[in-house]
């Protein structure tokens, strides 16, 4: 059974403006940057990658570029060379170009909205999603795996929040986190500044929606319950579990699945 709350995120809202959205997945990529707490799992993304038979990978939910620029170096230094895609609902397109200016020919972007339950087939790789599947419902999480599944793609799944009352706690330290990191993020604009420090609105949004994660995190046990609801899924191998974080008392939880 899924205990798990189905709450709702500010940046899932339709209505919500594209440029708050976009600050504050800026937000979010400069802490996994900083904080690189993904490098734990680069040997599960290391194997998934060889086992799907090759270094292309589809980044869904990418936000703000991912954890890509910390996780490629590791990745190649393991003898996995890749090339990323990334792609989201609501694509932060300034983020995904920094991305393929820093990766030229490593990384590229899909400018069009994805829906990471109906994936166009000519978008091809293994599938990834960083902190980012809480965002979905039971029903919508079994139907990016069964996506996945159904057209015969590998899918990666990791999440760095988790619904217990260590991971809460420290989630209240956001707005600490977001007035430090602000300088380090570019482009560092007039909006961005205001928004911020003058009004506190970047901190809020990120809070409420850090504290919501938590809630709507699934465990292990949840995932691997997905999965078995999944048709075709017993012709794939799962690894389904939870490492520690680098340099962090948390831990990331993972949900691999790969063809036999």
Not at 15 to 28: E, G, H, Q
Not at 142 to 170: K, L, P, S, W, Y
Request: glycine fraction near 8%; aromatic fraction near 6%.
């Amino acid at each position: 059974m899924i205990h798990r709350m189905q709450l709702v995120e500010l940046e899932d809202l339709p209505w919500l403006p594209a440029s708050l959205r976009d600050m504050a997945t800026d937000y979010l990529q400069m802490l996994l940057h900083i904080s690189n707490p993904y490098a734990t799992i680069a040997p599960h993304l290391r194997r998934a990658m060889d086992a799907a038979g090759g270094g292309r990978v589809l980044d869904l939910a990418s936000g703000g570029g991912g954890p890509w620029a910390r996780l490629l170096p590791l990745i190649a230094a393991g003898g996995a060379p890749a090339h990323v895609t990334l792609s989201d609902r609501y694509p932060n397109s300034e983020a995904f170009a920094q991305a393929c200016r820093r990766f030229p020919g490593v990384v590229d972007a899909c400018h069009e909205p994805v829906d990471a339950t109906r994936v166009p087939p000519g978008l091809a790789g293994l599938r990834t999603i960083f902190s980012a599947f809480h965002h979905f419902p039971p029903n919508l999480g079994r139907a990016i795996i069964a996506d996945a599944v159904r057209q015969g793609r590998g899918i990666a799944i990791f999440e760095a929040t988790q619904r217990d009352v260590a991971t809460i706690a420290a989630m209240l330290l956001t707005p600490l986190l977001v007035w430090l990191l602000t300088p380090l993020i570019r482009p560092l604009t007039p909006a961005r500044l205001m928004l911020t420090y003058l009004l506190p609105v970047i901190p809020a949004i990120v809070l409420f929606d850090g504290l919501v994660s938590c809630l709507r995190s699934y465990t292990a046990d949840e995932l691997r319950a997905l999965v078995d609801r999944v048709e075709g899924a017993e012709g794939y191998r799962w690894e389904i579990g939870e490492e520690p974080a680098l340099g962090s008392p948390l831990k990331i939880t993972y949900c691999v699945g790969v063809p036999r």
